[in-house]
């Protein structure tokens, strides 16, 4: 036993590796009388065999119609004897040496035991005395058989403190790979958390002075107008698109077989009014097209409940065409203006807030991971306490001597 009282881990598996060794030459030892003895009896069997196949078989004369039969199961029985009690028993120098012994000498015994019993009588009526010697071999067979088995459960029930003392240094050594792989895993963890917050504090730092500079301040009040500018659009869009649809009934029913272009524009009129002013249209053509709804209302060919208060919204939107459009030229103009200017600085300073959300949420989702990894090794930790406290409780139970296992 090692003298000193404090253990590394490398230091008990030594220490279990001797006295695995030790055992295992105690056992041995204690095996070699039995398989010397087996060998002496497979021999005694082998003799047994030589004898029983020069016996002459005297038979009476009405056992003399059977005498083939009684010569070929004699034969039988010296050929398996022969076999078997030829076989090579193993050296043993290891475990697995003396559960192949075991193994060795229980299968020869079945086998003999088989071969005998099969033909008991034939052997205790016409070889009475080899009969005899043949269960007076297997029994001292089978005697060595039960002082194998007893020994080599001996062997291991002694080691079994010595095997559980093992799994539990394996165990150990897998959670303090563990430990370490999370101990890396928060090393990486925390240098990518300094890199974003270092990220964060340079973007703030540099939102912060963008935000108080003056080509800031001016962009951000032209984005502002421009804001204000969008949303005039909108509002007209909606109110020019509020107008049209007291009319939407009287467009639909004229689209009724006129030209793929005249479909287009009452299409625009019903869907997208705000279309009918832009630079692109043709502002007569809607004007002209706006009459013939209102004369076909008149004439009788399109058909509406309400057609008078249709026809005064028809006749509403062709006089305020004109000022609609002025309205909308001066609001698309405004906002052409306004797009031009420099609001560079305000996006600039969108993407800057944008990225350091960015930064923020991975931030949390680092920190929350490095404290899952930092409770991992905590747990890992008190785990392979618990576990040494366990081995020097197991190494007491096997040497006698107190021990302290450190890693």
Request: glycine share 2%.
């Amino acid at each position: 036993m090692p003298q000193a009282d404090t253990l590394s881990i490398q230091d008990v598996q030594s220490l279990l590796d001797k006295l695995e060794s030790s055992r295992v030459q105690a056992l041995s030892a204690r095996l070699v009388p039995a398989r010397d003895s087996a060998h002496h009896a497979l021999d005694s069997l082998k003799a047994i065999a030589e004898a029983m196949e020069k016996e002459k078989l005297k038979l009476e004369e009405l056992e003399k119609r059977f005498g083939s039969n009684i010569e070929n199961t004699k034969r039988m029985v010296v050929s398996a004897l022969r076999r078997e009690a030829s076989s090579d028993l193993p050296q043993i120098q290891t475990l697995a040496d003396a559960k192949k012994f075991k193994e060795r000498l229980e299968s020869m015994i079945n086998r003999f035991g088989e071969v005998t019993g099969s033909h008991s009588k034939m052997l205790n009526y016409f070889l009475k005395k080899h009969a005899s010697n043949l269960k007076g071999e297997l029994g001292d067979l089978e005697d060595l058989l039960k002082d194998v088995k007893a020994a080599i459960s001996a062997f291991e029930q002694e080691r079994a403190p010595a095997v559980r003392c093992a799994n539990t240094l394996n165990t150990i050594l897998q959670k303090i790979s563990s430990e370490r792989t999370d101990e890396q895993a928060a090393l990486v963890t925390q240098e990518r958390i300094s890199a974003l917050e270092l990220d964060v504090a340079n973007l703030k730092g540099e939102l912060a002075a963008l935000l108080s500079s003056q080509e800031y301040a001016d962009a951000r009040a032209t984005a502002e107008k421009l804001a204000q500018a969008e949303r005039n659009q909108e509002q007209f869009n909606a109110r020019l698109a509020e107008t049209f649809s007291h009319t939407s009934r009287a467009l639909s029913k004229y689209s009724y077989g006129v030209s793929k272009e005249t479909e287009r524009r009452l299409r625009v009129l019903l869907e997208e009014p705000w279309l009918a002013l832009g630079e692109q249209e043709d502002m007569s053509s809607y004007l002209i097209l706006l009459s013939d709804v209102h004369k076909s209302i008149v004439s009788g060919q399109i058909q509406l409940k309400d057609s008078d208060k249709v026809l005064l919204h028809l006749a509403s939107i062709h006089s305020a065409l004109p000022q609609l459009q002025k309205d909308s030229d001066a609001i698309s103009s405004e906002i052409a203006s306004l797009r031009q200017e420099k609001i560079g600085p305000v996006y600039h300073a969108r993407e800057v807030e944008a990225l350091i959300a960015q930064h923020e949420e991975g931030l949390a989702r680092e920190k929350q991971l490095l404290e899952q990894l930092k409770k991992q090794v905590a747990q890992s930790s008190n785990d392979i306490s618990s576990l040494l406290t366990e081995v020097s409780e197991s190494l007491f139970l096997i040497t006698g001597k107190r021990y302290l296992v450190i890693r």
